[in-house]
């Protein structure tokens, strides 16, 4: 096994950070106190050409695997962009991998290229206040009327609502009671018409440059043209997206835990109390060291998952696993990076209360810890589904 980055993957690591340089630690804590999309730093990713590194080269993106648009995420989060800078970029990255894999060639004609660009932002609608994870309960529904599906429902902590102009957008096209599996739920790409649309920002933890939002739709009309796949097709769709969002999601928790560990060494490097740096006792060391291997060990999944994923692998095991690991990793290692500051670690203008903050999302999202153990239980060591 060879575990050092290829010339090729060097060169996207080296070519992120430079991009990233002029977003420092000072720019993500402005945004983080005033809000508002970091439109400059993605403006400045899809000018350099990276929101279509996994995305096909036949319509403007890299053609690369998501072994390096994992690498991409760690890159960009490890900067010090942690998961603010991250989630501003991620939908382009894998958000739209139903549409790569099952969309027709005319509608990734039509949707890539301006994705790519940066001229489309889009959100994804999947998650519903009384459903959670629960997706084939959603109550969403699209009802066929000649060349159009008529939407009704609600959707909650969508991101980027406030600034997309596009939604991939899952709903109920069969009613449940009529359905038998995982049958009866369609996928649409379209646009967010915001006449029949409604948004409402939800006020949360961290994060504050990147929206998260309530959705009201109703009556918006979408175009039978802008469904992705067959009708009622559409939870096996979004199923094949899922181990790669969670491998991204992992591996940009990494960046962020070594951020955090980063900005913690260099404290105790030089911080000095009774006539010497803190960082000489062992009490401010050993969770540090252990931060360290928890990450690393944490990143390995992260590229074994990839590496199956890329290679057309069963990967649903390591893929929730990383996702896991990364996460909790991560947290440890923004909560060493605190402990380290002493009382200045609650200070803001040392950045490392707000990557604490940010590092709850990914053991919360897109998926919870209870239900990838869960998982592994049932799809693993074959214990009786429990949920």
């Not at 932002?121 to 994870?133: N, S, W």
């Not at 159009?148 to 980027?160: E, F, L, N, P």
């Not at 009309?221 to 181990?243: Q, S």
Request: proline share 4%.
């Amino acid at each position: 096994m060879n575990f050092s980055l290829t010339s090729q993957q060097e060169q996207i690591r080296d070519a992120i950070e430079k991009v990233c340089a002029p977003f420092d630690a000072d720019y993500w804590l402005r945004k983080d106190r005033e809000g508002g999309f970091p439109d400059d730093f993605h403006h400045a990713l899809a000018e350099a050409g990276w929101l279509g590194i996994a995305m096909p080269e036949e319509h403007g993106g890299a053609g690369l695997g998501i072994s390096e648009a994992a690498l991409m995420m760690h890159t960009i989060a490890a900067t010090g962009a942690g998961l603010s800078g991250a989630s501003a970029v991620h939908m382009n990255i894998f958000g739209l991998h139903p549409v790569v894999v099952f969309g027709t060639h005319d509608q990734k004609r039509r949707w890539l290229p301006p994705l790519i660009q940066g001229r489309d932002r889009a959100c994804f609608g999947v998650t519903e206040p009384d459903a959670g994870l629960n997706t084939l309960k959603l109550r969403t529904r699209a009802v066929r009327e000649g060349n159009h599906y008529v939407v009704h429902g609600q959707k909650v902590w969508i991101s980027t609502a406030q600034v997309a102009n596009k939604i991939l957008l899952l709903a109920r096209t069969t009613p449940v009671e009529d359905c038998e599996g995982t049958e009866g739920l369609s996928l649409f790409y379209t646009d967010l018409d915001r006449s029949k649309v409604e948004v409402r920002e939800i006020e949360k933890l961290g994060r504050k440059c990147v929206d998260s939002n309530q959705v009201f739709i109703d009556g918006l009309r979408i175009p039978v043209a802008d469904r992705v796949g067959e009708e009622g097709k559409g939870f096996g769709y979004i199923l094949h997206g899922l181990n790669p969002e969670r491998i991204l999601i992992a591996s940009e928790a990494i960046g962020l835990g070594r951020a955090a560990l980063k900005r913690a060494a260099g404290y105790a490097n030089e911080r000095e109390v009774f006539g010497r740096p803190i960082g000489m006792n062992r009490a401010i060391q050993h969770p540090l060291a252990k931060s360290w291997m928890e990450l690393e060990a944490a990143h390995l999944m992260v590229q074994k998952a990839a590496w199956l994923y890329d290679q057309r692998l069963s990967c649903g095991a390591e893929a929730n696993s990383a996702k896991f690991l990364a996460a909790e990793a991560c947290y440890a290692a923004c909560e060493n990076a605190i402990f380290t500051h002493g009382g200045m670690g609650y200070a803001k203008e040392y950045h490392v209360e707000r990557y604490l903050r940010e590092a709850w999302i990914p053991r919360l999202a897109p998926v919870s810890p209870q239900l990838i153990l869960c998982f592994i239980a049932e799809k693993v060591l074959g214990l009786p589904k429990s949920y």
